[in-house]
């Protein structure tokens, strides 16, 4: 389970804390690549429908907050929010 999230480094990367005391670190650039929003991916088999060419070169996070057992992002200058499942993230940690 997710307890905190703490946006650093003017926004590029973004420090979470866990129910068992593990922090881990995420890139924002890393995040919006590998998004899961049917802009991003395919909901049908998860190809995915961008490049990291599409994706800003100045991509951060200019907010997040934890819903619902999930980690959510919006990303600037896109103004694109997506929602990361916290399994998700562990398991991509």
Same mark, same amino acid.
């Given at each position: 389970?997710?307890?905190?999230?703490?946006?650093?480094? *003017?926004?590029?990367?973004? *420090?979470? @804390?866990?129910?068992?005391?593990?922090?881990? /670190?995420?890139? %924002?650039?890393?995040?919006? =690549?590998? %998004?899961?929003?049917?802009?991003?991916?395919?909901?049908?088999?998860?190809?995915?429908?961008?490049? $990291?060419? =599409? $994706?800003?070169? @100045?991509? /951060?996070?200019? %907010? %997040?907050?934890?819903?619902?057992?999930?980690? *959510?992002?919006?990303?600037?200058?896109?103004?694109?929010?997506?929602?990361?499942?916290?399994?998700?993230? /562990?398991?991509?940690?």
């Amino acid at each position: 389970m997710l307890t905190h999230a703490l946006v650093g480094d *003017e926004g590029r990367t973004i *420090e979470l @804390g866990w129910a068992d005391g593990r922090r881990t /670190r995420f890139h %924002a650039i890393w995040l919006r =690549d590998n %998004a899961l929003d049917d802009k991003t991916r395919s909901a049908g088999n998860g190809q995915r429908l961008v490049t $990291i060419l =599409d $994706i800003p070169a @100045g991509t /951060r996070i200019g %907010a %997040a907050s934890i819903k619902a057992g999930a980690l *959510e992002i919006s990303f600037e200058p896109e103004g694109k929010t997506v929602s990361f499942p916290a399994q998700w993230l /562990r398991a991509n940690a």
